[in-house]
């Protein structure tokens, strides 16, 4: 079975300063990794993702993501938060060796909150 | 760039009443997918879709709930008797393919809210 979870239910941070937020997965195979965000009444937005190759990738508005496989993690960061990204975070999972191809297991979100 | 679309945007009916939540996937897109998230919860799969029958489906995704490609274009998930607990938002994803590497596209949802 194949699991998300996001520890950090909110995140704070000021403007200009580096945000973190944290995801770590359980897969039995092989994950594909995946970030969105959910700005207030619209659905999710896909950030960036994680199928193989270079552990950090880099997708929309400035947004990356570090892939760590010995801990399971997939921490997106972005070095200098914009009062714009307050917004919901979510990590995502697929199993891509099972049969399961098209369910993504998603965290429950992390609110990040950017303060001027 | 190509969205998914999805409508009505809100949606309530009266418990027991069958409701049709409608979806626009992107146009070159062949897989198709049903989500929701009840208010404070997660987001939770319920099923996808390709080739004009059910690949996988979630316990949630019971003998209430079906999927139906009509057309070309439409993609709709029918509650046939809605009950409380059906209240959530819904939101239909399309991808290009099955392959890992094509993230899923959402839509803005439909908030279904059942009195």
């Known amino acids: 079975a194949q699991s998300v979870a996001q520890p950090e239910d909110q995140v704070n941070v000021a403007e200009g300063n580096p945000l973190t937020v944290k995801c770590t997965y359980s897969?039995?195979?092989?994950?594909?990794l995946f970030w969105y965000v959910q700005y207030p009444n619209r659905g999710l937005q896909f950030l960036l993702k994680?199928?193989?190759?270079?552990?950090l990738v880099k997708g929309s508005y400035g947004f990356e993501a570090e892939f760590n496989k010995s801990q399971t993690s997939f921490h997106l960061k972005k070095p200098s938060a914009l009062v714009s990204d307050s917004a919901l975070y979510f990590c995502?999972?697929?199993?891509?060796?099972?049969?399961?191809?098209?369910?993504?297991?998603f965290g429950a979100g992390t609110q990040v909150v950017v303060t001027p | 760039e190509p969205e998914v679309t999805q409508t009505p945007s809100h949606q309530v009916t009266q418990m027991g009443q069958e409701v049709i939540l409608r979806c626009v996937p992107i146009?070159?897109?062949?897989?198709f997918y049903w989500y929701r998230q009840i208010l404070g919860q997660k987001v939770e799969f319920l099923v996808s879709f390709y080739n004009n029958e059910i690949s996988e489906k979630s316990e949630i995704f019971d003998d209430q709930f079906s999927v139906e490609r009509p057309d070309g274009s439409n993609f709709t998930l029918k509650i046939r008797s809605t009950k409380l607990e059906d209240s959530a938002m819904y939101f239909c994803?399309?991808?290009?393919?099955?392959?890992?590497?094509?993230?899923?596209?959402f839509g803005d949802g439909t908030r279904l809210s059942i009195l």
């Open positions: 995502a999972v697929r199993d891509v060796t099972t049969d399961s191809w098209g369910k993504l297991q």
């Open positions: 146009s070159n897109h062949l897989y």
């Open positions: 897969v039995s195979g092989n994950p594909y």
């Open positions: 994680y199928i193989t190759g270079d552990n």
């Open positions: 994803a399309s991808s290009v393919s099955r392959g890992g590497n094509q993230p899923q596209h």
